[in-house]
C-alpha cells in the first residue's frame, strides 16, 4: 500500500530498510513519471522504497509563467505512483519546504543555466536546483531518478551533484512518447488537436538529426538535417503557429553549442517551441 505524507516528521518516523530511491515531480503525473517509477522500483528491488515527491515549486516560476495555472491533480498521481510501485507519495506544502517563507539563500546554476531554457525563463534553473537540494536533503535517497526530456536539468543536477559532494547517484531515465513520437508532458494537455499534430513537427526534427548520425554524419550535418526538416514541416503547415525557440546540438557536460567536428562522445540534440501558446521541449541522445 502506498503511503501518502506531507510533512518531514511524518516521512522520517516511517520504517525504512534496504536502498532508498527517489522520483521528483511537480505532479500531473503521465505515463512518462510512471517509467521514472518503474525504474526507482526495479533499482531498489523488493526490501528498498522508492519515494515519489509531489511538489509544485513556486521558485520554478517566473515572470509570466502562471504558477496557478500548473494542474494540481494529488489523487489521480497517488493512483500512478502506487500502480508504478511507490511505497510512498512525500507531498509537502509551501510552508514545508520553505518554512521561513522565500529562502534567503539559493543555488546557482552558474554559466550552465544561463542558455537555452535559461534564456527564456531566467531564475529558472535556480528555483529548480534550490528545490532538489532541499528534498535530497528531506528524502534522503541512494539514487535519485529523472527524465532525460528535461535534458538541461538532468544536466544541471548531475554537476550540481558532482560539484557540490551530494552523496547520491542520480540515474537519467529514457523518454517515453507516444505512438507518433510525441513527447509525453505535463503540458500536452493545453494543446487543442490540430496544435498536437503541429507539434509533431519537434520530434520529427530530432529523429532526422538522430537518423543523419547513425548514416555517420558529422555534427554540423546532424544540425542540418534537424533543422531542415523542422522548416519543410513548418513551411508544410498553412497558418502553423510553431514559434521556434532554440533547436541545438549541446554538450551535455557543460551544456554548450558543439561547434567541432572532431566532437566525440554522448551529445543532445535538442529543441524548445512555442505551439500556439504552449511551449514544448524534447531532445534526442546522440553518440559521436
Known amino acids: 500500500m502506498t503511503v501518502l505524507v506531507h510533512t518531514k516528521r511524518e516521512l522520517e518516523a516511517l520504517p525504512a530498510s534496504g536502498p532508498r530511491a527517489v522520483v521528483m ?12 517509477v518503474r525504474a526507482a522500483r526495479e533499482r ?18 517566473g515572470a509570466g509563467e502562471d ?55 531566467p531564475g529558472h534553473f535556480d528555483g529548480m536546483l534550490t528545490v ?24 544541471l543536477i548531475r554537476r550540481m551533484v558532482a560539484d557540490l559532494n551530494f552523496p547520491v547517484e542520480i540515474a537519467g531515465v529514457p523518454t517515453v512518447r507516444e505512438a507518433d513520437g510525441l513527447a509525453l508532458s505535463s ?3 493545453f494543446l487543442s488537436a490540430e496544435e498536437r499534430e503541429r507539434a509533431l513537427a519537434l520530434s520529427r526534427a530530432l529523429f532526422a538529426g538522430r537518423d543523419a548520425r547513425a548514416a555517420g554524419a558529422a555534427p554540423s550535418a546532424v544540425k542540418k538535417a ?11 503547415q498553412a497558418g502553423s503557429t510553431i514559434a521556434l525557440d532554440y533547436l541545438g546540438l549541446i554538450d551535455p557536460s557543460d551544456f554548450t553549442e558543439i561547434d567541432r567536428e572532431d566532437f566525440t562522445g554522448e551529445a543532445v540534440l535538442a529543441v524548445a517551441a512555442k505551439v500556439g501558446a504552449t511551449r514544448l521541449i524534447d531532445n534526442v541522445r546522440i553518440r559521436f
Not at 534537424?226 to 508544410?236: D, G, Y
Open 67 to 121: 504558477l496557478d495555472r500548473y494542474p494540481r491533480t494529488l489523487d489521480a498521481d497517488l493512483m500512478l505512483a502506487a500502480e508504478a510501485g511507490a511505497d510512498v507519495v512525500f507531498a509537502p506544502g509551501v510552508d514545508e519546504v520553505y518554512p521561513g517563507g522565500e529562502p534567503q539563500v539559493r543555488l546557482s546554476a552558474g554559466p550552465m543555466g544561463t542558455g537555452y531554457e535559461g534564456a527564456s525563463r
Open 25 to 36: 515531480t511537480m505532479g500531473a503525473l503521465h505515463e512518462g513519471h510512471a517509467s521514472l
Open 187 to 189: 503540458r500536452n494537455r
Open 132 to 155: 532538489v537540494a532541499k528534498l535530497l536533503h528531506l528524502t534522503a535517497p541512494d539514487v535519485a531518478f529523472f527524465g532525460e526530456k528535461d535534458g538541461q536539468q538532468l544536466a
Open 226 to 236: 534537424a533543422s531542415s526538416t523542422l522548416a519543410a514541416s513548418i513551411e508544410k
Open 44 to 61: 531498489a528491488g523488493a526490501e528498498g522504497t522508492v519515494v515519489v515527491t509531489v511538489f509544485v515549486n513556486p521558485l520554478q516560476f
